[in-house]
Each structure stands twice: as C-alpha cells, then as structure tokens.
C-alpha cells in the first residue's frame, strides 16, 4: 500500500475494489480505540524519533479489508530521514541505534489496534519488557523485517489520528464504522521472576545494567463473541549488575 500525505489529509492508492479512498468531511468520523504511553524518563532522541514516526503515521486512512504496515509508513528510521541514534534493547544491553524510541510509537498504535478490533497479521515482543508499557502489549520493530501489520476489519475506511504533547504519546483509530462495542483486552500473568544482584569489580561504582524483571503473560481480547487470544509472551529476566 502506498500513501502520500496531501493538503487536505491523506490518499492511499488500495486495492481493486476501492480505487483511491480519501479523508473527507462527509459524515463524522468517531474513536474507535484510543491508547496513551508517557514518554518519561525517555531520553531526547528517543522523544525525536517517536515524534517523527508519530508524524508520519497521523492521518493515515486504511481501506475496509486493506493491511497497514508500520515499517511501510514510518521506515525507514535513517540519518537523512531526520531521525537520531538512541537507546534500544540489544541482547539484554542498552546501545545506540538509529530510530531508538520508535517502538513505543508502534506499541501505542498496536494498542490502539486491539481496542478498534483490528485483524492482526505480524506482531513482534521485544527481547525484554520495555518500561513505558505492559509486559504483553507490546509491538517491536526493526526495519525492514520486523513489522507490525494489521487488517482494517471495519466497513468502511479507519483514519489514524496520532500526536505528541509533553509526556503524553496519544494513537485513536477513528471511523464511520462504529458498530458494536469495544473490546476489553485482559491479561493473565502466568510467570514472573525477579532479577539478581550481582556485583562485579571495576575501578569505579557504578550501575552497569538495572535489571528487569521477567514475565510470562497471555493477552486477551475479550467481546460479546468470545475471548481472542492475542499472544503468548515470555520475556526472560534481566539480571541487576552493579560495579564496585
């Protein structure tokens, strides 16, 4: 699917059923499901980033039956694409990446996703829990093969409508197609473990790595109809390193 970002909204060229679908005015759009992750503690590339990628998903459409990608839509996160090198999870240790920070964009729009009853195709955990979200609820990306993908399951076009204000990141799906009631996404933890103290020696004290905790946990999405699993996740405990 390819977009492009016009004076009046967004126009996505879809498929052969629906030709050229564009934002209008012509009835009024509603939320749909809506989904908020604080941005503090985050460093100020990790905001840079989340905040480019926050652009480039706002005013999106997405056509009845059509998928959406996000590495479509916001990668790649490149230098001459304005985006900066930031923390990211690598192997249980925090390093400099470009685009660090954009996953909790995609988290918040995966969450915002599950509460518009969106057909999911691709979803990826992270290694270990991230901080600004539920262990759970998570959507990792990592251009250009690890994407979140999902299908609009609504009659009619869905628009997604994302900022940034202060500590707040806000993704709402909206659409004309309001029917029914939104979903509850529920959680069973089946296993959690918590991280060691380990001490090793060096010429100064220092953290060298927090620690995380360790989970086990299925996500549900609950309706009229039944109960949905979404995802079975494990992540592995990281272990708290001091020096000394």
Not at 28 to 36: K, W
Request: proline fraction near 5%; charge should be positive.
């Amino acid at each position: 699917m390819r977009l492009w970002s016009l004076g009046l909204g967004c126009v996505a060229v879809m498929g052969l059923g629906w030709g050229l679908v564009a934002a209008t005015k012509q009835s009024p759009e509603t939320v749909i499901g809506e989904y908020v992750t604080s941005l503090q503690g985050r460093t100020a590339n990790q905001r840079h980033n989340a905040l480019l990628a926050v652009k480039r998903l706002d005013g999106i459409v997405i056509g009845p039956g059509e998928t959406f990608s996000f590495n479509e839509v916001a990668g790649p996160w490149s230098r001459d694409r304005g985006f900066r090198r930031a923390p990211v999870s690598f192997g249980g240790n925090l390093v400099d990446q470009w685009g660090g920070g954009v996953c909790q964009a995609s988290s918040t729009l995966y969450n915002a996703a599950m509460l518009s009853s969106m057909g999911f195709v691709e979803r990826h955990p992270h290694h270990h829990a991230p901080d600004y979200i539920a262990p759970g609820r998570d959507a990792a990306v990592a251009f250009p093969n690890i994407d979140l993908k999902f299908t609009n399951t609504r009659r009619a076009p869905v628009t997604i409508s994302a900022a940034i204000s202060g500590n707040t990141l806000r993704i709402a799906i909206l659409s004309r197609d309001a029917r029914g009631d939104q979903p509850r996404i529920v959680q069973r933890v089946l296993n959690q473990r918590q991280p060691l103290t380990i001490t090793v020696a060096g010429d100064s004290q220092r953290l060298r790595n927090p620690g995380k905790f360790g989970h086990e946990v299925e996500t549900f999405r609950v309706t009229r109809e039944g109960k949905e699993l979404l995802s079975r996740d494990s992540y592995p405990v990281m272990h708290r390193v001091e020096q000394r």
